[in-house]
């Protein structure tokens, strides 16, 4: 079994973490300008580069903006890495790094990678809004 562990980002992780956001959805990363947010997100100390066995698989994004709450505000695990675990093990670590007690995520309805990897370390839901992504409710 891999290990998982997470480090900060540095400048030197922007390629990595801005091709990883640019496999995801190269139109979003354009109009949305996630290169920019990712360099902000470095800067700030909120970008966390995820390993497995000391090789990057993803990247997450935390911060304490949601009521001053840990906030997890992107997480992607490349492609090939995903469904054995990596993501929910990532997010468990975040959390056990945050400051506050609770930590709120969200995502959208039809997304059930991401609610399985939050189900399995003890996200519960929270609540829904409507109206972001028409028809593709964003479940807290
Ligand atoms: C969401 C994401 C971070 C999860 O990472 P991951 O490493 O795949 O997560 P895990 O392997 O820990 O858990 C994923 C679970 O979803 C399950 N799964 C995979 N595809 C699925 C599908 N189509 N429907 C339902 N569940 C699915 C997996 O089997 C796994 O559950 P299991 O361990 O009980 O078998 C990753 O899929 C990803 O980067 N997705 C694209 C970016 C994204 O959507 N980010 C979240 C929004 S911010």
Redesign the pocket.
């Known amino acids: 079994m891999e290990t998982i562990s997470l480090r900060q980002a540095t400048l030197k992780d922007k390629a990595l973490a801005v091709d ?1 956001d640019y496999s ?1 959805g190269k139109v979003e990363h354009i109009e949305l300008k996630r290169e920019e947010k990712i360099t902000k997100a470095i800067m700030e100390e909120e970008c966390f580069i995820i390993l497995a066995d000391n090789r990057a ?2 990247f997450i994004i935390f911060d304490y903006r949601f009521f001053d709450l840990g906030w ?8 090939k ?11 468990d670590l975040i959390c056990r790094q945050s400051k506050t007690n609770k930590v709120f ?4 309805s039809s ?7 939050l189900n ?1 370390v003890g996200f519960s839901f929270a609540g829904k809004i409507n109206g972001l992504d028409e028809g593709d409710p964003e479940l807290f």
């Open positions: 990883f995801l698989v993803g997890i505000e992107l997480i992607i695990v490349g492609e890495y995903r469904g054995r675990g990596i993501g929910a093990q990532a997010i995520t969200s995502t959208n997304n059930a990678q991401m609610q399985r990897a399995k």
